[in-house]
């Protein structure tokens, strides 16, 4: 059974600072990882999709990279924005089910 | 498009009473999830549905039904509430042969 971990729960950083977030698994046999952000008391939006072909996305300012031979997938934020502040969630699986992480809080301070 | 669309938003339930929470695509998306979400369990998948007429049991099924009879709608039916079913219900469609899924809104239920 795949299992998912996002470490740390709770991040903290200073504006403009560029940052990392990790997601990890245990099976390496996935078909993609998507990484979604979270705000408070709303949905899931859907920031990148890797697919198992693939080893990065870029979209703006957030970079997402894929290592299937070690189970990680990070997710790079650059020149981080007050507005960025969100849970940011991993998952991994196939278009009829993923396996998500408990995600990781990031708070962005002016 | 309107993309993925939740009803109710809110509903707070007493034990032992039965609802169905509604969930509608238009974007002609063949596959379509439930999860649920917990503070510090993440989402985890509930039902899903490869196409009208066609459902299998996700990780957590216990205590609720699905059926799909149309390609847009994906209701699920809480059948018995317990209090162990508060949480936050989420939907997702995607298309065949995509892996990017497509979240509703979210409907937060409290059963007391």
């Known amino acids: 059974k795949q299992e998912v971990t996002q470490i740390p729960a709770a991040l903290s950083v200073p504006e403009g600072e560029n940052l990392v977030l990790n997601c990890s698994f245990t099976?390496?046999?996935?078909?993609?990882l998507q990484w979604f952000r979270q705000d408070p008391g709303k949905g899931l939006t859907s920031l990148l999709l890797?697919?198992?072909?693939?080893r990065e996305q870029t979209s703006g300012r957030l970079n997402a990279s894929l290592d299937k031979s070690s189970g990680r997938s990070t997710l790079y934020i650059a020149a981080s924005q007050p507005g960025d502040s969100a849970t940011y969630l991993c998952?991994?699986?196939?278009?009829?089910?993923?396996?998500f992480g408990s995600g990781t809080q990031l708070t962005v301070l002016p | 498009n309107a993309g993925v669309t939740q009803t109710p938003k809110f509903q707070v339930l007493k034990t032992g009473q039965s609802m169905t929470l509604q969930c509608a695509q238009d974007?002609?998306?063949?596959?379509m999830s439930w999860y649920r979400q917990d503070p510090g369990m993440g989402l985890r998948l509930i039902h899903y549905?490869?196409?009208?007429?066609?459902?299998d049991q996700g990780e957590v099924p216990n205590g609720y039904n699905v059926s799909r009879s149309t390609t847009e709608d994906f209701p699920l039916r809480l059948l018995s509430a317990a209090p162990s079913q508060t949480s936050v219900y989420f939907c997702?469609?995607?298309?065949?042969?995509?892996?990017?899924?497509?979240f509703g809104p979210g409907t937060r239920l409290t059963v007391t």
């Open positions: 998952a991994s699986g196939s278009a009829r089910q993923l396996t």
């Open positions: 099976d390496s046999a996935i078909y993609n």
């Open positions: 890797i697919q198992s072909s693939q």
């Open positions: 974007m002609n998306h063949e596959y």
């Open positions: 549905s490869v196409g009208a007429g066609i459902t």
């Open positions: 997702a469609s995607t298309r065949d042969g995509s892996y990017e899924q497509y």
